[in-house]
């Protein structure tokens, strides 16, 4: 396949209306976010029938079918979703592609979440393309209903990755697979990250029902690679494979594939995987993310990037291996402050606390640790909290701003001294509990924010707001 530099395209995309074209970035985004959004409801309130795709299909076929041209990537999963489409945005760049990126959630700017390879879409580019999304939702409106917030990014992503022609769009799902809004193409490859509980009023309170909604993402006759999982997951997703007509592959099963962790003086420790087909040897690759769990995720991006080969996709591995260098860690155990030293993580089970906790206690030196938490109220609460514990000399719980499912940081105090018998301290804002943990740590001590992907984003969004007026 010939590689490509995206640039814009009119063919298979009919222009809308000038009627109700949006003035300005900040009209957009006022409209956006007036539209119900399931992210900031707590989702205990809702239930599966909440999610259905007929009204996208309906306002994608106003707009033309912007996305029935484009060739996809597909990524499912409960944990490392994220890490495998940044992973395999850097590779595909590297590669010589033009590489749209739909994901979410955003940490500063919600334009995070419709990319050109690292770069949010244009203010001027959302606008546009929200102002066809806008006149198309209203104009089915009466028959399905007013469009979600999900809804409109997802057919504004992809009118803009149509206008660009990009070579390949990488979609992440936002919740589950099968009625996931993103779950109206036929990719090229489908990639199934870790099964966790999660979403359990939505998706089901079993790994097999969840790991059932989230192989929803399977295509007839198309390859979905997933990481090594539990038997019961595996089992579920050859079932729905076999029922639907797809190829599954296992990594380490059905895709050889082989981690070894060791340390370097310029890296510290961080894994080194293999991952070997027919077609392609991925070898000794540096996994460019911190964490063990990392190492499957890379492996997974791999095994894609070689199915992409046979698809017709150039990814040669010294090309590949040089963009996998140059992953950014986007709230995953990122550092976003030196003076003091301040990490974010998006960590929001149990599962994810301790490997994050384990993961800087491996690769990070510090003295002393002071964790700033705060999640949402329809999270194994308890279970984090009790991971989180193991790591923190010292724990300020908080909330989000404005986000209507956070929990009350008297409560989560309340129940941290309970379970664990430490002392704790709440703050009622984010920037009051990163002053008070400040003023608290020495030089070779870390501040860590972390239990929700919101709270990450709040941290990087006043510490650049910080920086800037200092600059």
Do not use: W
């Not at 001027?124 to 409106?141: C, D, G, K, L, P």
């Amino acid at each position: 396949m010939p590689r490509a530099t995206a640039g814009a395209r009119t063919s298979g995309v009919t222009k809308s209306k000038r009627i109700g074209t949006f003035t300005s970035y900040q009209a957009a985004l006022k409209y956006l976010d007036e539209r119900p959004n399931f992210e900031r409801v707590r989702q205990d309130r809702l239930d599966a029938d909440t999610f259905k795709l007929d009204r996208l299909r309906a306002i994608l076929d106003k707009l033309d079918s912007p996305q029935r041209d484009l060739k996809f990537v597909h990524v499912a999963g409960s944990k490392g979703k994220g890490s495998t489409v940044e992973m395999l945005t850097s590779s595909l760049e590297a590669c010589g592609y033009a590489v749209g990126v739909f994901t979410s959630p955003h940490l500063v700017d919600v334009r995070e979440r419709i990319r050109l390879g690292r770069t949010p879409i244009p203010e001027s580019a959302f606008s546009a393309a929200m102002s066809r999304v806008r006149h198309a939702s209203e104009t089915v409106a009466r028959k399905f209903g007013a469009a979600t917030f999900f809804e409109l990014l997802t057919a504004a992503g992809f009118v803009f990755f149509a206008e660009q022609a990009v070579d390949l769009a990488i979609l992440e799902t936002g919740l589950g697979g099968r009625l996931d809004c993103t779950n109206v193409v036929m990719p090229e490859v489908c990639g199934l990250t870790e099964i966790q509980l999660e979403h359990t009023s939505i998706l089901g309170d079993t790994l097999e029902k969840i790991a059932r909604e989230k192989a929803g993402i399977m295509k007839p006759g198309v390859t979905a690679i997933t990481v090594p999982q539990k038997p019961e997951v595996i089992g579920v997703f050859r079932e729905v494979a076999e029922q639907t007509g797809a190829t599954l592959a296992v990594l380490g099963e059905d895709v050889e594939y082989t981690c070894r962790f060791e340390s370097s003086h310029d890296r510290g420790p961080h894994a080194r995987i293999c991952v070997s087909t027919e077609r392609s040897e991925f070898e000794h690759i540096s996994v460019p993310l911190g964490g063990e769990h990392q190492a499957a995720n890379c492996g997974l991006a791999l095994a894609i990037l070689d199915k992409l080969r046979e698809r017709g996709f150039e990814t040669p591995e010294r090309d590949v291996a040089a963009g996998l260098a140059q992953t950014p860690a986007n709230g995953r155990m990122e550092i976003i402050h030196t003076q003091p030293r301040v990490m974010i993580d998006g960590a929001h089970n149990p599962e994810s606390v301790e490997t994050l906790v384990k993961a800087i206690g491996a690769q990070i030196k510090y003295d002393s640790m002071v964790v700033i938490f705060g999640c949402a109220t329809d999270k194994d609460v308890d279970g984090m909290l009790e991971q989180i514990g193991r790591g923190a000399d010292k724990i300020i719980f908080t909330r989000a701003e404005g986000n209507a499912r956070s929990a009350d940081p008297a409560e989560l105090r309340r129940k941290y001294e309970e379970r664990t018998g430490k002392m704790a301290q709440t703050s009622e804002t984010l920037k009051g509990a990163i002053n008070t943990a400040a003023r608290a740590v020495g030089r070779d001590d870390l501040i860590l924010v972390t239990g929700s992907f919101y709270l990450a984003g709040e941290a990087k969004r006043l510490l650049e707001e910080k920086n800037r007026r200092a600059g």
